[in-house]
């Protein structure tokens, strides 16, 4: 999701799934002032479910942003038959350690639902 998207995404009002772990952040003053704007104009969002999203965005728009690295290894073709190569650039491993720790983190919330 984009973070131009959040604001009709908290008018909506969609949950997800959370983890256990807890981040305490400090933020500067200006940040903490335009969250507190945020926190007002979507009261039925508690602060902490908008620092989620606006993190996810982010984050989101940062692997979006990491450059494409031409590789040697021909991965797939076009519809045109051109050769498609690898990503040799930072995207693959990012995407490989989110897995990585989604699968951790799935396994440490199933391991601690009550039977």
Partial sequence: MKIRDLAQH????????????????????EAAARLSAIAEMY??????ELLGELIGAALEELEASFPYVKGQHVVATDEEGDPLYEDVGPTPRFLELSR????????????????
Avoid: C, N
Wanted: hydrophobic fraction near 25%; aromatic fraction near 8%; proline fraction near 5%.
């Fill in 100 to 115: 990585r720790f989604l699968h951790d983190l799935s396994a440490e919330g199933e391991q601690s639902k009550p039977s």
């Fill in 43 to 48: 009261p039925k969002r508690q602060t902490e």
């Fill in 10 to 29: 908290w008018e909506e009002t969609a949950k997800g799934r959370l983890t256990k772990t807890e981040y305490a952040i400090h933020l500067d003053v």
